[in-house]
């Protein structure tokens, strides 16, 4: 668990601490928009993936009205003590990890021991954004089941940019043995990548169907990943060989386009309401939070009775759209994982203090403007 936050030149905050309490594993931040809420949650997700909950650059990340040229994220555990920050050189910056004082070479130290999920007010919209964010979502639960996942992500898109660049060779110099070569040996890469993402997202995405919530209290639904690798290549034996084929079949549209039109960045998650009988995006904003909340919900009950590792969840102005009677099931549910698992703690962010009454009595309060302004408040 966090025993201590310290936040050094990050985004609007030139430096911040704060101190938690063993005992109240319920942390609400709350203050009026544009206060900094988002920033400390942000900050907390930086200790587990490269680029957060924002997914921002790290120049941005920095604090505009210092001179320093750098941010960084201390946490203090119950396991030590973890860094992570980020220095701006002239020509490129460069990420920092530390273990106690002792410099390390990724975030995998503090990932052995932690895992982070998060919703933010953004995911209301989900179901009706880019197939990209609906990959990003599964794709945090599958980071956190599958700890290869992540790499195995960076290294396809690295892949995928590298095909790209020898296409554009191709396409200017004409097909020669070596090129062809080449990208016969970056498409076996980008296959086997490939498959095992899918197959990773189609798992995941399996299981939040059948571990579902079936209590009546959120909907029903029936969940899984569509594309043209699903559809055609995962059932198939061969599934690497043929994968491999409609990269080489798409080299001359791939050229044209500048993109990769075929593969598991292609993919989508699909979610359809049971009871309604419609796709996800097609419910009422009301109706689509408490399907994301199902699924959420879904995967930490799952996760606290299979994975000792501590887990931080990090909600985000997540009581948005919600009437009195979902709020206070929300809350229900955050009391009941952290009571049932030592091992948790959750993070809340709203403008209204009185919004999360339910929680007085568990909860750890953070006034975020008296906190920005250096006065730190907890109650």
């Known amino acids: 668990m966090l025993n201590k936050l310290q936040i050094n030149n990050f985004r ?5 601490k704060l101190s938690l309490q063993p ?3 319920i942390v609400v931040l709350y203050g009026k928009n544009g206060i900094g809420k988002t920033n ?3 900050s907390i997700s930086l200790l587990y993936t490269s680029h957060g909950l924002r997914k921002a650059r790290y120049d941005d990340m920095i604090n505009n009205k210092g001179q320093q040229h750098y941010w960084n994220i201390t946490a203090e ?3 030590g003590e973890f860094s992570s920050g980020y220095i701006k050189n002239d020509n490129a910056g460069k990420r920092i990890y530390k273990i106690n004082g002792k410099n390390v070479r990724n975030l995998n130290e503090f990932r052995k021991d932690n895992r982070v999920l998060w919703m933010t007010y953004e995911t209301d919209r989900l179901f009706m954004q880019s197939p990209s964010e609906r990959r990003d979502f599964i794709d945090m639960f599958c980071d956190i089941s599958y700890p290869q996942h992540s790499d195995a ?3 396809y898109e690295k892949l995928t940019r590298e095909r790209l660049k020898i296409l554009k060779q191709f396409c200017e110099n004409g097909a020669n043995e070596a090129i062809s070569k080449w990208l016969d040996i970056v498409e076996e890469k980008i296959a086997d990548l490939g498959i095992k993402i899918a197959k990773t997202r189609s798992n995941i995405a399996t299981e939040l ?6 209590n009546g209290e959120f909907p029903l639904f029936r969940s899984r990943m569509f594309g043209r690798v699903e559809e055609e290549i995962l059932a198939e034996s061969n599934c690497n060989e043929l994968y491999k084929l409609k990269l080489k079949t798409q080299r001359q549209k791939d050229a044209f386009s500048g993109s990769t039109t075929f593969g598991a960045n292609r993919s989508d998650w699909i979610v359809f309401h049971e009871e309604k009988q419609i ?7 009301g109706e689509q939070k408490m399907l994301i909340l199902a699924v959420f919900f879904d995967f930490i009950l799952q996760h606290i009775k299979t994975d000792n590792r501590n887990l931080i969840i990090l909600l985000d102005d997540v009581i948005t759209h919600l009437d009195t009677e979902h709020r206070n099931l929300l809350f229900r549910y955050i009391n009941s994982f952290v009571q049932s698992s030592n091992d948790v703690s959750v993070w809340l962010s709203g403008t209204d203090k009185e919004l999360f009454h339910e929680l007085e009595e568990y909860a750890l309060f953070f ?4 906190i920005n302004t250096g006065a730190e408040e907890r109650s």
């Open 40 to 42: 400390i949650l942000e």
């Open 153 to 155: 992500l960076k290294d």
């Open 12 to 16: 609007n905050y030139i430096t911040l």
């Open 23 to 25: 005992d109240k594993r």
């Open 77 to 79: 555990t119950d396991n």
């Open 367 to 370: 006034d975020v403007s008296k």
């Open 279 to 285: 796709d996800a995006e097609q419910c009422s904003a």
């Open 209 to 214: 169907e059948k571990f579902q919530i079936r």
